[in-house]
Each structure stands twice: as structure tokens, then as C-alpha cells.
């Protein structure tokens, strides 16, 4: 039973976190000659130039992770402010910023979970939401999305269960980073958990694994079943880009997940979708983290993927 201290933390942490967000979504996304105009519009018009792209972070990442090529494609002239998507503790969703009616550019949707360690498919179930939520409010027809790490995996298993329902924007485009397709690395890291379901996602280890002629991984671990199982629902004009990175410290992998976790995918939607492409990056620049924030050459790849 939930104590009156308990209620009092939860309600406490949910305006705590609007807040946060709400003064973020004004430093990042607002000018004070907008800062009124966060009504939600009656129709968002899309083309393949101006179509929202959604960003999607991963395990123990925020909206500072995703700014650097949020902030790279608005300033050479890709992309313009947008939203910042809230998902209160209780799975509310709450908008902040504005969409235009007819963009000049793709509007960018940053989304941000309350808490970082929810697991991917917790975030799949959230986006759900939100896209229904943009197509019921917005009329958003399309969408692109970037995803780093978990979000990669979110964005993947979300197309797949619900990728084709009518209630959703259609997916044009997915650039996906460093995606945990078939395992983590257990490396015992201090953000890593001990116990529960999400600890079993760790299940993966350096030098272990590998593809097989066929492209599928050798050890085959529980969240690469679930796609691969649901692979046929996946929408089938959708274009994929699969970013790695390897590290060249013999571990084959980006420090947090190994190359053939991240490959795998292809075995699983390479004969599915319209477009599949792979792209990888090596050196201190391709660690897990330094993929998406500091990486300027996988930004460069992403952006020309999305408006190239």
C-alpha cells in the first residue's frame, strides 16, 4: 500500500521533472518572442525535406546527449526547433514548444524519459503513445527518428508491434546508433543493474559472439528473438541506417556493446524494408557514449542519411 510519504515524493518528482523540462524546452527550443506560442497547432504539413524527426535516447541519457546533432542540424539549416516530449513517472505524456503549420524545415521532437533506466521496453510503449499523440494533435502524417543505444532498440521493437497501424505517422526514415540488438556487455559498470528483469539484458561478453554466414548472430540472446519473431511487421517503406562502433581495444566492440550485437539487426530486417544500410566507426571517438554527442563524422552520415 502506498504510504502518504510516498504519494508526497511521487507528486513531488513529477513537478520537479515538468520544471526541469519546461525551463529546458525554453532555453533549447524557445525565443522569448515565442515563448506564448506552445498551443498545439491543427495540422503539421510533411514532405520528404520537412519531415519531424523524433530523437530517442538510450540507458542512463537525457536530452543533453541528444543536443549535439540537434543543435549541429539546425545550425547548417537541415532542421528548426520543435517539441520536447516530457513522459511523466506515470507514462503522462506532456508537450512543450510548438510545431509549425507548414515547416521550411524537419521540425525535431526531443523526447525525454523520467527515468533513464527504464529499459527499452518500457520507452517502445511510451513512444507509442507519443505518436499517436502527433498524429491525433498535429496530423502529423511521417516521421524520421534517430536513436541511440536502448532507443535504437525501442524505435526497432515499437515499428515492429505497432509500426503499421493507422493510428500512427507513417516511418520514413531510421537512423539508428549503436543499437543493443543482441546484448550488452556485461561489464559490471556502476549504472548496471544487479537484479530484475533489466538485468538480463547484460547477457553479452567480449569476444563471445559472432555473425554467421547467414548474418545471425551465433548466440542468438532473448531480445534478438523478439525481433526476429516480429520482423514481418515491420513497415516495409521504412529506410535504416545501422551505426557501430569499435574501439580497436580487442573487445570488438564500442565499450558497451560488441559489433555483432549491433550487426545483427540486419539479419532481421535487411530483407524487410525498403533501404538497409550500415556504417561503421572506429577509434576513441567511436566509444558507446562518444557515438552520438561527440562524433562529428556519424552526425555528418546521419544528417546526409536523413536530408541527403
Known sequence: MMTKRNKILITATMIVGAVVVLVVAGILFLSPSRSQQMKQQSTLAVNRSTTP??????????????????RKAIREGYAQKGL???????????MYGRLPVHPKKSPEILVKFPN?????????AALHKILILLKRNYHMTQYNAIGHSMGAYALTFQAEKYGNSN????????????GPFDGILNRHKWDQPLSGKLSRL?????????LLANGQPKIKHPEYRVLLRNRYRF?????????????????????????????????????????YKVRGFSGQL???????????????TIMKFLWG
Open 116 to 124: 533513464a533506466y527504464i529499459g527499452e521496453y518500457k520507452e517502445a
Open 167 to 178: 493510428q500512427l505517422p507513417r516511418l520514413n526514415k531510421l537512423a539508428l546508433i549503436a
Open 202 to 210: 547484460w547477457d553479452d561478453y567480449p569476444g563471445q559472439n559472432r
Open 84 to 94: 520536447v516530449v516530457y513522459v511523466g513517472p506515470s507514462g503522462q505524456i506532456q
Open 53 to 70: 524527426v523524433l530523437f530517442v535516447h538510450g540507458w542512463g541519457a537525457g536530452l543533453r546527449s541528444q543536443m549535439p546533432l540537434a
Open 235 to 275: 513497415p516495409r517503406q521504412a529506410k535504416i541506417l545501422n551505426i557501430f562502433g569499435q574501439v580497436n581495444d580487442g573487445s570488438d566492440s564500442d565499450g558497451t556493446i560488441s559489433v555483432p550485437s549491433a550487426l545483427s539487426l540486419g539479419s532481421i530486417l535487411k530483407k524487410q524494408v525498403a533501404s
Open 286 to 300: 567511436a566509444k558507446h557514449a562518444n557515438l552520438e554527442t561527440k562524433n562529428t563524422r556519424v552526425q555528418e
